[in-house]
T-cell receptor, first 112, second 111 residues
Framework: DGGITQSPKYLFRKEGQNVTLSCEQN?????MYWYRQDPGQGLRLIYY???????QKGDIAEGYSVSREKKESFPLTVTSAQKNPTAFYLC???????????FGEGSWLTVV | GEDVEQSLFLSVREGDSSVINCTYT??????LYWYKQEPGAGLQLLTY?????DMKQDQRLTVLLNKKDKHLSLRIADTQTGDSAIYFC???????????FGTGTRLLVSP
């Protein structure tokens, strides 16, 4: 199947730990995105990448890091510096010349 | 900067039409999108409209764009209980190709 795969679906993190959320796409899209969604709220952009080996900060990048070593993959690391990481994280991808941006099914991160 | 606003809640009866409204600020937006989110799930792309169009119809969905007022609407004809979800409006900026989202409108369809 073609699409965007996020893993894990549910993740629990202890205080002070870094965790990495995986996002893989087989749509041959150049651009990839990470968004954060808090309960009852809209989506806020964390990081985005328009091409391999390049990425830009979004509106709420503090406490997060990303890499884009391969076109298909855009992992997000939630570091211990992120003060309130409990949220729903959504990965998306889109062609830079196309009209459509598709989302994965999301990952729930809870700090325990 | 960009800003997208939506009303928070809409309640309709099954079989009625639903109209969800959105306003945006970035006049350079190229595409405007509607996404649907069911509980605990990702966002499903419903439809999109290019900024030089006024209307787009796709089965039960009709998108209307008023560029002068920067107003976008999504009409769902013959609304069903399965349409109950949160609907997000988003604009895509020309410079960075990213999406800016509204806060979402929760649609509740009652039998």
């Amino acid at each position: 199947d073609g699409g965007i795969t996020q893993s894990p679906k549910y993740l629990f993190r202890k205080e002070g730990q870094n965790v990495t959320l995986s996002c893989e796409q087989n749509l041959n899209h150049d651009a990839m995105y990470w968004y954060r969604q808090d309960p009852g709220q809209g989506l806020r952009l964390i990081y985005y990448s328009q091409i391999v080996n390049d990425f830009q900060k979004g509106d709420i990048a503090e406490g997060y890091s990303v890499s884009r070593e391969k076109k298909e993959s855009f992992p997000l690391t939630v570091t211990s510096a992120q003060k309130n990481p409990t949220a729903f994280y959504l990965c998306a991808s889109g062609g830079t010349q196309s009209n459509t941006i598709y989302f994965g099914e999301g990952s729930w991160l809870t700090v325990v | 900067g960009e800003d997208v606003e939506q009303s928070l809640f809409l309640s309709v009866r099954e079989g009625d039409s639903s109209v969800i409204n959105c306003t945006y600020t970035d006049s350079s937006s190229t595409y405007l999108y509607w996404y649907k989110q069911e509980p605990g799930a990702g966002l499903q792309l419903l439809t999109y409209i290019f900024s030089n169009m006024d209307m787009k119809q796709d089965q039960r969905l009709t998108v209307l764009l008023n560029k002068k007022d920067k107003h976008l609407s999504l009409r769902i004809a013959d609304t069903q209980t399965g349409d109950s979800a949160i609907y997000f409006c988003a604009e895509r900026d020309t410079g960075f190709q990213k999406l800016v989202f509204g806060t979402g409108t929760r649609l509740l369809v009652s039998p």
